[in-house]
């Protein structure tokens, strides 16, 4: 009972549904990224190349025999995939920035109490006195 009672606890703490919500929200981000990569970037990008489709640019290292598929070396997908990292990645500092911008702002704009005057300097200084005795 008393380890149901501890993965409870760790379950309901504030940074694990943090970063399950996190999880999820990314998994969906990056689907969101391969979709406009594959469907919007890459097309005119593979007619400026001369109609070549990424997806489809691979190596064969041994033909098909029969039913046995070829082997091959997709090194288009794997170009597909850089393309997708960049633009998360790209995607990711935009978004730090923008929080770190919206910090520094929130940072500059808390007043600063402004120094004591000479007067309340000097009452500070008779209160601290008249303490001491």
Request: glycine share 8%.
């Amino acid at each position: 009972m008393l380890i149901l009672q501890e993965f409870r606890e760790f379950a309901v703490k504030g940074n694990v549904v943090d970063m399950a919500v996190g999880i999820i929200i990314g998994a969906a981000f990056g689907k969101i990224v391969s979709s406009f990569v594959g469907d919007v970037i890459m097309p005119p990008l593979g007619i400026l190349i001369g109609g070549i489709n990424f997806i489809d640019l691979a190596f064969i290292l041994k033909d098909a025999v029969g039913e046995t598929p070829a082997v091959t070396l997709n090194y288009g997908r794997f170009i597909q995939t850089l393309v997708d990292f960049t633009i998360v990645a790209f995607a990711i500092f935009i978004m730090v920035k923008g929080i770190n911008t919206m910090k520094k702002k929130a940072a500059e704009a808390t007043p600063v109490p402004p120094a004591p005057t000479r007067e309340e300097q000097l009452l500070a200084e008779i209160r601290d006195i008249l303490k001491q005795r």
